[in-house]
């Protein structure tokens, strides 16, 4: 059984940083990547980040050179550092295992979602 808790959202003023954790237990397959998706109010989700587990990183374009997707794989851990935050970063953030090239067993695992909120 796999499980996701993601954490770290909340409330920060534009420019204003956060960090979101999301850790994994149960996963059958040690070196599945991460994603890191998003879901603005009225909008689909959307994926912003992904990281591999050798530790190469993609970002979409509103978020390079903002946001920062990292890990500990000690503690099945992985984090996205969101700086100079803006009002268009508010949705529901998730973390899924699984990117491109990934064992198929990493992906179809969501968490529940932290909300960030930029205002």
């Known amino acids: 059984h796999v499980q996701l808790v993601e954490s770290g959202g909340g409330s920060v003023q534009p420019g204003g940083s956060l960090t979101l954790s999301c850790v994994v237990s149960?996963?059958?397959?040690?070196?599945?990547?991460m994603g890191w998706y998003r879901q603005a109010p009225g909008k689909d989700r959307e994926l912003i980040s992904t990281?591999?587990?050798?530790?190469?990183?993609t970002y979409v374009p509103s978020v390079k050179g903002r946001f920062t997707a990292s890990q500990d794989r000690s503690k099945n851990a992985w984090f996205l550092q969101m700086d100079r935050t803006k009002l268009e970063d508010t949705a529901v953030y998730y973390c899924?295992?699984?990117?491109?090239?990934?064992?198929?067993?990493?992906?179809?695992?969501w968490g529940q979602g932290t909300q960030v909120t930029v205002s």
């Open positions: 990281l591999s587990s050798e530790g190469a990183t």
């Open positions: 899924a295992p699984g990117v491109h090239g990934d064992d198929m067993r990493c992906f179809g695992h």
């Open positions: 149960g996963l059958v397959v040690s070196n599945c990547g």
